[in-house]
């Protein structure tokens, strides 16, 4: 009878601590897997996320800045009479008024509004290193320089602009003139304003465009 109650306690006896720790430890371990494996998976989306938006930043301003390059010099003088040409003078696209590797001012009808004096410029910090920012400003003919907006922020070369001649050699300020100024290329070097997560904390990814664009001089 007696050892048959004991076999009978033995049977409902449940976890010891041992086991129990045992268990807890276990557990801990595959949450800790789960949790570093979740925290991966978002960092890895915030980097790509991150890289995506820069692309998309640097691919918009490109669109833009390539189709008012476009609309340089539009409509010019020889679409006029002269006498018509003499009268209204605000109405005539001058094309190519100011070029360096860092700003370019130009003149054109961009956006249907009327001839427009354009400006695109590279600000550099303080400190005269990038990352810089791009700012563009629009003013109809003529005018006053005109409110600057950002337009692309984390620059990382103040070298933008090109400039090439007729023939498709290089434009060189020294001898030749503005209006030798066939093709502008334009070339975006861009950081991500957040670091790459998946390499260092001191890694940005960077996205590299490089176009041209035909203008009217």
Do not use: W
């Not at 334009?186 to 670091?195: D, E, H």
Request: proline content about 4%; overall charge neutral; hydrophobic content about 35%.
């Amino acid at each position: 009878m007696n050892s048959c109650h004991r076999a009978k306690i033995c049977r409902q006896r449940g976890f010891s601590l041992l086991e129990l720790m045992v268990v807890l430890a276990i557990l801990t371990i595959v949450m800790g897997v789960l949790m570093d494996g979740i925290i991966q998976i978002e960092k890895k989306s915030a980097s790509d996320v991150n890289k995506v938006g820069a692309a998309q930043e640097s691919r918009q301003f490109m669109d833009q800045i390539l189709r008012d390059l476009r609309q340089c010099g539009f409509p010019s003088a020889a679409m006029f009479d002269a006498t018509t040409a003499a009268a209204n003078p605000n109405s005539i696209a001058n094309g190519l008024v100011g070029f360096s590797s860092s700003a370019i001012q130009f003149e054109g009808d961009v956006d249907g509004s009327g001839v427009s004096e354009v400006y695109v410029q590279v600000v550099v910090p303080a400190s005269g290193n990038c990352p810089c920012t791009i700012q563009r400003g629009t003013v109809l003919k003529p005018g006053s320089t005109p409110a600057y907006y950002t337009e692309l922020d984390n620059v990382m070369s103040q070298n933008v602009f090109t400039a090439y001649k007729y023939d498709g050699t290089a434009y060189n300020s020294s001898t030749d003139s503005l209006s030798s100024i066939k093709n502008i290329g334009v070339t975006l070097y861009i950081r991500s304003a957040q670091p790459d997560s998946n390499i260092s904390t001191s890694t940005y990814p960077t996205t590299t465009m490089v176009s041209e664009a035909r203008i009217n001089n």
